[in-house]
């Protein structure tokens, strides 16, 4: 929620702003109002709103003296100025001194909503600048970047930190949980339109988030939260990201709701990997499918996580390709990390049944009678439609089934007649799709990648740098640059 306060000498001209517009629709909340501008600018130094509605002429302190003390201060505050008076000075004077706006009053119904819609909108592209800087400050190196554009980080390195990630069910924007965790000292950034990293900082070791359950976000439509290990090194932010996001993504295996707080139990998936191992090196295929049917019940049984999939994952393709190269060589059998687990699969049954059908596969290798006319016929047509549906969610196991070809065979396909896995084709399709966006319009870096096919913004950032080498931020400043020098 965007935070508002009212401030105005008339008790009725405040009441008439409060009622004028439909603040919560819009993400607003007002969380103060004040008939003294002295007690309104203590509370804008305390409290640093979002967004400050003022009248023009008070006693002692003007709306405009009020928008210039609240700059001296630094402090990243905004302004629309609400007068009686319509002569035009007072609207440049409003406007020169760094206000948003400048409205009569009382309010006309009539612009009310488009004024407010106008204000969301200000906010919504200001808050996606923001989470843009803060991103690549993130993943940059150069952790000074990080302590200049955040006082989170300008403190003695022995603090604590602890980093949350809460994906949600919804994409409602007119909702925060920074007051159930109850901290002062919180960094928080919109990864994606269901999804929000909160960075903490406590100046004690137990930052109280241990004690926070379940039933504390059921109100808030809450799918996961993911909670990290706690370090008192402020460079050891990247890594306490990862953990709360491998934390948060143990929904992908359960689908339940819940706060899941980051373990390691590497350990305890050894045993399952050690018997898979066996069964391919001595070629027991019968007894694949129990194993398979029963790691479901494994990961719930030892409580493990999407670090233990994850390792799993690699450890059965490095055995595969090891034992059945030749076979298997232009299957999509990648070593992959959790994200692109999850950007793979739609759950973890889904995983298991691929290499279920790749057990399959190879099993009845020999026996297999494939008539190639009709195979090649339904694999043009699946890549049609994925040419025409990659914005869309796609998972290579509805699409074989679409199709009718088994997914094993897909990935087959894919890399002998386009030379490349199903997922580099779809990656490829969406990046180049990105960058034709970033060029030619003006969307926010998290419409774009929402449009091409990424409801994970974060994801997005580090696929689209990986394909091209540099940040969507950049890529879009550069070719901005060079349009401006031709």
């Not at 969301?120 to 843009?132: C, D, E, V, Y």
């Not at 399952?272 to 391919?280: F, G, R, Y």
Request: net charge negative.
């Amino acid at each position: 929620m965007y935070r508002v306060i009212i401030v105005d000498d008339e008790p009725w001209a405040i009441k008439g702003i409060r009622n004028a517009f439909d603040w919560n629709k819009y993400g607003f909340e007002i969380t103060g109002q004040f008939t003294s501008a002295h007690k309104a600018f203590d509370f804008i130094c305390e409290e640093s709103p979002d967004l400050v509605f003022t009248d023009i002429r008070m006693p002692e302190i003007s709306g405009l003296d009020l928008i210039g003390m609240t700059k001296k201060k630094g402090l990243d505050v905004e302004f629309v100025i609400v007068s009686g008076f319509s002569e035009f000075a007072y609207a440049q004077d409003a406007l020169r001194y760094g206000a948003l706006d400048y409205f009569l009053k009382p309010i006309d119904i009539e612009m009310a909503d488009p004024l407010i819609e106008k204000l969301a909108l200000h906010f919504s592209q200001k808050r996606s600048m923001r989470n843009n800087v803060i991103l690549e400050a993130l993943t940059s190196t150069d952790k000074n970047e990080l302590k200049r554009i955040t006082p989170l980080f300008d403190r003695s390195s022995n603090d604590y930190f602890r980093v949350l990630i809460i994906y949600s069910n919804s994409e409602k924007k007119n909702c925060s949980e920074t007051k159930l965790l109850d901290m002062e000292n919180i960094l928080e950034v919109e990864l994606g339109s269901r999804k929000k990293l909160y960075i903490l900082r406590s100046e004690k070791e137990t930052d109280g988030i241990d004690r926070i359950d379940g039933a504390a976000f059921a109100s808030l439509d809450i799918k996961a939260v993911g909670v990290s290990s706690i370090s008192n090194n402020s460079d050891h932010i990247s890594k306490l990201i990862k953990e709360a996001d491998l934390a948060a993504s143990k929904v992908f295996l359960y689908e339940e709701k819940g706060i899941f707080r980051y373990e390691q139990k590497l350990s305890s998936i050894k045993p399952l990997i050690d018997e898979i191992s066996s069964i391919i090196q001595e070629k027991k295929f019968e007894e694949m499918d129990e194993v398979i049917n029963g790691f479901v019940y494994f990961i719930k049984h030892h409580d493990l996580g999407m670090g233990e999939v994850v390792y799993l994952w690699n450890q059965v393709v490095s055995i595969l390709l090891g034992t059945f190269y030749e076979e298997l060589k232009d299957m999509e059998l990648d070593f992959l990390n959790y994200s692109e687990l999850k950007e793979r699969f739609e759950n973890f049954d889904s995983l298991c049944g691929f290499l279920h059908d790749v057990f399959i596969y190879i099993k009845e290798l020999n026996n297999q009678h494939i008539h190639e006319g009709n195979i090649n016929s339904y694999f043009i047509q699946m890549v049609k439609y994925i040419d025409n549906h990659f914005q869309n969610k796609l998972y290579l196991k509805d699409l074989s089934s679409k199709f009718f070809i088994n997914q094993v065979y897909c990935c087959q396909l894919f890399k002998k007649n386009l030379g490349k896995t199903y997922s580099e084709y779809i990656t490829d399709l969406r990046i180049k799709k990105a960058g034709e966006l970033l060029k030619n319009t003006t969307l926010s870096i998290e419409e774009v990648a929402i449009k091409v096919g990424f409801m994970d913004y974060y994801y997005f950032n580090k696929v689209f740098k990986k394909q091209c080498g540099i940040t969507p931020t950049r890529f879009r400043k550069v070719d901005r640059s060079e349009a401006c020098a031709n």
